[in-house]
C-alpha cells in the first residue's frame, strides 16, 4: 500500500466512525473490502490481468464457502441478499471502464461484457450444483483443497508462471516483454491460507458456518490483505459482530498505532533501503566490512518494512473496532532461533505449527513409533521450514533459506538441551548470565541476518559469492 491509499483508507474509515460509530460494520467491512481489492490491484501489462486476479479470488472465496456451509444455510435470505450485492458491486466495478482510471477501481478496461455475462452464469450453475447437496461437500472439500494448492504452486513458481503470461500474450496477441516481478496477485498468499484454515477445519469438524458477508470480509479484509496479519476465523468473526465497543480508546490507539506504522515503514524502512544489500551492491562491494552493513541495513529494513505495515493494518482495523491479533514482539531481542521465530510473523508461525507441524509429527509418531525424537525433530523443524520458505516463493533460493532455518533450529534445541543443565548446575553470577544473553541475542541476529542474503538476492552465485565476502572464503 501507497502513501496515499492509507490516508484513503483512514480518511474513509475516520468518516464511517463519525457518521456510524460502528453501526452497520459488517456491511461496510464488506462492501468496502470488495471496492479495494480491485483498487489495490497493481496493472499488469497483460490483457485485464488486474481485472482477472481480484474476480478469480472472489469466486474461489464462493467456493470455499459453498462447500463449507450447509445446504440449509446458503439459501437463507441474508446470503441471498449478500450475494446480490456481491454481484451489483461486481457489476459496477466492469461496467464502469475506464473513464477516471487515476480515481477509480480498474487500472485497465475489463473484458467484454458478454463474456463476463457468460462466466457469471457458468458460475452460477456451478455454485448451485454445489450448493444443493452436503453428501458430497467433504469430496468436494478435498478437490477445493488440491485446487488451491496448485493455484499456489503456479503462482509461486516463475517457471510456471512465465510460462502461463506468455501463453496468455500469445492468446492476446500482445509483444510486451514479460517480467516476473510486474505479475503480482494482490493479497493472494494471505488469502490462499486463510481458505486453507477454513477447509482444514471443516474437514476436521471445528468449522463453525457463518454468513456469507462475514466470510467474505474474514477473507479479503482490506486491511490486513496485502501484509497480514493472517487470523483465524472464528476470532474474527467475533470482533466483526461485536458492536458494543468504547467509542474513543479504540480511534485513539488506532491513530497512534497508524503513526507508529507509518514513521516505521515510510522513515526508517525506506531510508534504509538506500544501503540495504542487493544484487548490485553485492556484485559491486569489495569490502568484507561494508558487505556486512549493508546486510545488517537489510535485515533492520525488512523488519520496519513488514512491521510497519503491519502496525498501520492493526491501526486501521481498531479504528473499526477489530482487533487482529499481534504479528510481532520485539524479535531481534531473542534469545535463540526458537524464540526468533516465536516473534516473528507470529500468525504465518501459528499456522504452520497447527496445520502442518503438529499433524506431520503426530503422523510420524502415529506410522513410525520406533522412530527416535531427534530424527523426528529434524525432520518436522526443516519441512516446515522449507515450506514456510516456499510460501514466499517456489525457488531455490527461498529453499535454501528454509533449510538454513530449519537446521538453525535443530542444531539450537539440540545445543540448549545440552548446555543448559550444564549451565544450572554451575549456578553462574547474574552478570554472567546477563553477559551469556546478550552474547546469544547477538548470535541470534546475526545468524538470521546472514540468512536474508537469499531474501535479498535470488541468484545463487550471487548469494554464494556474498558468503565469499562475508567470511572471506
Not at 22 to 39: A, E, H, N, T
Not at 112 to 128: G, M, T
Not at 218 to 224: L, Q, R
Amino acid at each position: 500500500m501507497s502513501f496515499n491509499q492509507i490516508a484513503i483508507f483512514l480518511a474513509i474509515v475516520i468518516i464511517y466512525r463519525i457518521i456510524f460509530n460502528y453501526r452497520y460494520k459488517k456491511q461496510f467491512v464488506f462492501i468496502l473490502s470488495i471496492i479495494v481489492l480491485y483498487w489495490l490491484q497493481p496493472n499488469i501489462i497483460f490483457r485485464n490481468w488486474d481485472y482477472w486476479f481480484p474476480s478469480i479470488s472472489i469466486f474461489l472465496i464462493l467456493l470455499s464457502w459453498v462447500i463449507v456451509t450447509p445446504k440449509s444455510k446458503i439459501f437463507l435470505k441474508h446470503n441471498i441478499a449478500t450475494l446480490l450485492i456481491l454481484i451489483s458491486i461486481f457489476m459496477t466495478i466492469t461496467m464502469m471502464g475506464n473513464p477516471f482510471k487515476e480515481v477509480l477501481i480498474l487500472k485497465t478496461s475489463p473484458p467484454q461484457l458478454s463474456l463476463i455475462l457468460k462466466l457469471l452464469f457458468i458460475i452460477f450453475l456451478l455454485l448451485l450444483i454445489l450448493s444443493i447437496t452436503d453428501k458430497f461437500k467433504l469430496v468436494y472439500s478435498y478437490i477445493f483443497f488440491i485446487l488451491l494448492i496448485g493455484i499456489f504452486i503456479i503462482y509461486k513458481s516463475p517457471t510456471f508462471l512465465l510460462k502461463i503470461a506468455s501463453w496468455s500474450q500469445s492468446i492476446s496477441g500482445g509483444t510486451a516483454h514479460i517480467k516476473i516481478d510486474e505479475i503480482r496477485w494482490i493479497g493472494f498468499s494471505y488469502l490462499a491460507f486463510r481458505l486453507l484454515h477454513i477447509i482444514r477445519d471443516k474437514q476436521t469438524g471445528r468449522y463453525l458456518p457463518i454468513d456469507l458477508d462475514r466470510f467474505l470480509s474474514f477473507a479479503i479484509y482490506f486491511p490486513a490483505i496485502t501484509a497480514g496479519p493472517i487470523d483465524r476465523i472464528e476470532h474474527f468473526d467475533q470482533e466483526i459482530t461485536n458492536e458494543e465497543k468504547d467509542r474513543g480508546t479504540d480511534l485513539i490507539i488506532g491513530l497512534r498505532r497508524i503513526m507508529i506504522g507509518l514513521f516505521n515503514k515510510f522513515v526508517i524502512a525506506d531510508s534504509l533501503s538506500i544501503i540495504s544489500v542487493n544484487t548490485i551492491i553485492a556484485l559491486q562491494s569489495t569490502s568484507s566490512y561494508w558487505l556486512w552493513i549493508h546486510l545488517f541495513a537489510y535485515s533492520i529494513q525488512i523488519y520496519f518494512d513488514f512491521c510497519g505495515y503491519t502496525d498501520i493494518a492493526i491501526g486501521i482495523s481498531n479504528c473499526l473496532g477489530i482487533k487482529l491479533p499481534e504479528n510481532f514482539n520485539k524479535p531481534f531481542s531473542a534469545q535463540n532461533l526458537t524464540q526468533f521465530w516465536n516473534r516473528w510473523h507470529m500468525t504465518l508461525t501459528q499456522w504452520f505449527r497447527s496445520y502442518f507441524f503438529n499433524p506431520f509429527n503426530r503422523f510420524f509418531k502415529i506410522n513410525y513409533k520406533k522412530i527416535s525424537p531427534q530424527l523426528l525433530l529434524f525432520i518436522t523443524q526443516v519441512s516446515t521450514m522449507v515450506l514456510i520458505g516456499l510460501w514466499h516463493g517456489i525457488s531455490i533460493n527461498f529453499i535454501i533459506w528454509g533449510l538454513w532455518h530449519g537446521l538453525g533450529l535443530f542444531i539450537q534445541n539440540r545445543w540448549s538441551s545440552f548446555i543448559q543443565p550444564i549451565i544450572d548446575d554451575l549456578h553462574l553470577p547474574s552478570n554472567v548470565l546477563n553477559i551469556m544473553r546478550y552474547l546469544s541475542i547477538f548470535i541470534t541476529f546475526v545468524y538470521v541476518t546472514v540468512g536474508w542474503t537469499w531474501f535479498a538476492i535470488n541468484d545463487i552465485n550471487t548469494g554464494l559469492h556474498v558468503f565469499q565476502k562475508l567470511f572471506g572464503f
